[in-house]
């Protein structure tokens, strides 16, 4: 890779505060570093946070994003910053959930894209979300996420 890779890049080595909505938020991507390659590049979230869009009250999840890329990755940094600008975002978890799996899609066209977001409970209650673009290319290796499920005490 060479350094016109990086050169629209405007987030990465900068000060960027958090975006303030999901789609003010600006998600950046760079070459693959390994085209025709079938790897699988996992993002694991465990702290994020959005709000209840009716009582406007923190609801928080584990959100696990695997993806094998085509021509593009997404830059790291970008995708903290989209998935920090939840935080003041309401939206039920099945809206925020397939929200981060669109955005990702429609920037990196990847060969495969699969979201697990582990909602912790509200209510009594804990929502899992789970989509996938379609089977895995064949031949690759797809690890589990093995996020445990929610137990409660005991």
Known sequence: ???EN???LTQLGHAVPRPASPDAARLERVPNP??????????TCPEFTSLCPL???????HI?????PNAWIVESKSLKLFLGSFRDHGAFHEACTMMIAERL???LSPAWLRIGAYWYP???MPIDVFWQTGAPPEGAWIPPQEVAPYRGRG
Do not use: W
Not at 34 to 43: A, D, I, Q, W
Not at 55 to 61: H, I, K, N, R, Y
């Open 64 to 68: 696990v994003i695997d993806t094998i």
């Open 55 to 61: 009582t406007g009250q923190p609801d928080f999840a």
């Open 6 to 8: 990086y050169a629209g």
């Open 105 to 107: 899609i429609a920037l």
């Open 34 to 43: 390994s085209p025709g390659k079938n790897y699988v590049v996992r993002f």
């Open 1 to 3: 890779m060479t350094e």
């Open 122 to 124: 509200r209510g009594g």
